[in-house]
């Protein structure tokens, strides 16, 4: 195994968040100043022209996920007022980011390039609502929300597309900790497939091939 540093940041503008490519041949990344799009094979690097509406306030990007096709993807933007994320898609040939959706995050891109999952309806403990729409924004539908004493996020589609799996924090009213369901795309009731204990402060995970049998690596 070989490690080799993208980025160079330093301490007064360090790197926020960071996802490479599909194809492996782009790394976007955030800090203070934007995104940043980096040829990772010749270091030429890119900076994503700043939005005029916010220039001169102090916004904040985070990388959510790529296309499949690796030509561009989609990033999430909080202005630091306290308000709720917005949607962005933002293409490796240059442009300024394209807002999708209002009062939404995004959270991943289905393996076919079809449906993006993103989280809206924000409660005083964190979003409540999983939503579907179409690569730009189009047929936007609620797929399924929870109460308001919880919370729903990260979610991953399957491999075949048809499933969600996400956090939903607490399991139970009272309880403390992460549960992690799947649900199927086109409905019925939620399957836990991990309880809470051991899972109080995850936030993220890998999948592999997300059909049973499951295999998910809690981080």
Excluded at 17 to 25: E, L, M, Q, Y
Excluded at 153 to 168: E, I, N
Excluded at 182 to 189: I, N, V
Aim: with cysteine; aromatic share 8%; hydrophobic share 35%.
């Amino acid at each position: 195994m070989k490690l080799r540093q993208l980025t160079a940041n330093s301490s007064e503008n360090p790197v926020g968040t960071g996802a490479i490519s599909p194809d492996g041949k782009y790394l976007a990344y955030t800090d203070l100043r934007g995104i940043h799009i980096k040829l990772i094979e010749t270091g030429e690097t890119q900076t994503t022209p700043q939005l005029e509406s916010f220039k001169g306030s102090r916004v904040e990007w985070r990388i959510a996920c790529w296309f499949p096709d690796s030509t561009r993807f989609l990033a999430n933007l909080k202005l630091q007022r306290g308000q709720h994320p917005s949607i962005w898609t933002v293409s490796v040939l240059g442009g300024a980011p394209r807002k999708l959706r209002d009062e939404a995050g995004a959270w991943s891109i289905s393996r076919n390039g079809s449906l993006i999952a993103f989280a809206t309806n924000y409660g005083s403990v964190g979003p409540r609502e999983i939503w579907l729409m179409g690569p730009n924004g189009e047929q936007e539908r609620k797929l399924f929300d929870t109460d308001e004493n919880s919370s729903i996020g990260a979610a991953q589609f399957s491999t075949d597309g048809q499933r969600l799996v996400y956090f939903k924090s607490p399991e139970m009213p009272g309880k403390l900790g992460d549960a992690i369901q799947t649900r199927d795309l086109k409905g019925g009731p939620p399957t836990t497939l991990v309880l809470p204990r051991g899972y109080a402060s995850s936030r993220g995970f890998l999948i592999d091939g997300l059909s049973p049998p499951w295999s998910l690596i809690g981080g």
